[in-house]
């Protein structure tokens, strides 16, 4: 990636990653992403905010060379993860007169995944200002976005927010602003049902604190740079309000040999049939990121599966393990399937699925193909879907 100056005397210095398919290990790339870091020159003093995953860092090391840095004052680690803070020793190597500042957390994170020298690092305050000469660093903490150290810088004079993980999208583009760029929005949800779903509690209490901001530019610390902020604003509102799910299902499965299958057509025609959305995912295609921007919106959680080995399809198991894990707002779960000679999947999944703040409904499992017992049984599920929907209100 080029430098590219956003405004005056502050610069995008960080790099893109076209190529990278999987993050984590865990969460699938469609688009690539960007490690966001950003140089900023006041007059006085020059500050990176943030690094790059250090498998670019010789990009980051060009990019300030390309910019004549000869001195950085201060490098500031706004999260202690490595994909933003795992240069930071190479670039301590390059400007060893350089401090880096962030929160008591992160600095112990940062000693313990990277050992920073405890004396390179310098602990600031929660609303800490900062004089770089005519531009100023104000620290904001906005812990559980996803870290317990994780905060945001705002710079007053330009009235920007550099806000690390917190509103980022997982997309390499050339476009330096999201204005520019139709699927900013898409790849921040998807972003935020990976990262950022289960601690919308976190969320809700961080955006308050930002309310009182002037902000112009949110520059995060992957994919583009919002020019627009309010609408990024708006969405995280959106996705992290318990009351805002839609009249929506999600349907997690795998069949081996049509029954299950036939059992999750049946539901998914008879929720449509009442106007209830369905999403229904076969798990042995599915891209789990899809999978978990469904989980934002949807009200009702529906595992299905067939029997083996006595228990759950291991890839339904996986699969409830992780939406339990990424706690979406869902208020109803049920469980279907099939089996030959007996099985225990309806306990197994129900302790999967256990943790959600859902109620659960009745199963609906059949012993081989379903009969029309069970195709009637399935018709009820749905409409009891229906009903606990309108019950609270959900359109
Ligand atoms: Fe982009 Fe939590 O690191």
Redesign the pocket.
């Known amino acids: 990636m080029a430098v590219r100056e956003i405004t005056k005397g502050i610069y995008a210095v960080g790099a893109l990653d076209w190529e990278r398919r999987l993050f984590d290990e865990l969460i699938p790339l469609p688009y690539g992403t960007s490690y966001n870091a950003y140089l900023v020159k006041g007059s006085e003093k020059t500050v990176l905010l943030d690094t790059v995953d250090p498998t670019k860092g010789q990009e980051l090391r060009d990019h300030l060379r390309a910019l004549n840095v000869d001195k950085i004052d201060y490098i500031v680690a706004h999260?202690g993860?490595q994909?933003?803070s795992g240069t930071i020793p190479q670039i301590l190597e390059l400007y060893p007169e350089a401090l880096v500042l962030t929160n008591e957390k992160c600095s112990v994170i940062l000693q313990d995944l990277l050992h920073i020298p405890a004396a390179k690092l310098r602990v600031v305050q929660e609303e800490e200002t900062i004089s770089l000469g005519e531009k100023t660093l104000k620290f904001i903490f906005t812990p559980w976005v996803?870290?317990p150290e994780t905060m945001v810088t705002y710079l007053p004079e330009d009235k920007i927010l550099f806000s690390c993980?917190f509103f980022?999208s997982h997309l390499a583009t050339g476009e330096l602003f999201a204005s520019n760029q139709s699927n900013t929005y898409s790849a921040a949800k998807r972003f935020f049902s990976e990262?950022m779903m289960p601690f919308r509690a976190a969320i809700r209490n961080n955006l308050k604190r930002l309310e009182n901001l002037e902000i112009k530019m949110i520059a995060p610390?992957?994919g583009p740079v919002y020019d627009n902020p309010a609408i990024i604003l708006e969405a995280y509102r959106e996705w992290s309000d318990e009351a805002g799910v839609k009249n929506e299902a999600v349907i997690i499965y795998v069949s081996m040999h049509g029954s299950t299958e036939k059992m999750v057509r049946v539901l998914t025609d008879a929720l449509f049939k009442r106007g209830v959305g369905v999403k229904p995912f076969r798990l042995t295609v599915t891209d789990t990121g899809e999978l978990a921007v469904a989980l934002v919106d949807a009200a009702t959680l529906v595992v299905a599966s067939p029997a083996v080995l006595g228990g759950a399809h291991p890839q339904v198991a996986y699969a409830a393990m992780l939406a339990a894990a990424l706690r979406p707002r869902v208020k109803f779960g049920a469980i279907i399937g099939s089996y030959g000679w007996g099985s225990k999947m309806v306990e197994q999944l129900g302790g999967l699925i256990g943790g959600l703040k859902a109620e659960l409904l009745e199963p609906v499992v059949a012993k081989g193909y379903p009969r029309e017992e069970h195709l009637a049984a399935l018709d009820t599920l749905a409409a009891r879907i229906d009903q606990s929907h309108k019950d609270l209100g959900i359109q």
């Open positions: 999260h993860e994909d933003h996803h870290w993980d980022s990262i610390s992957h």
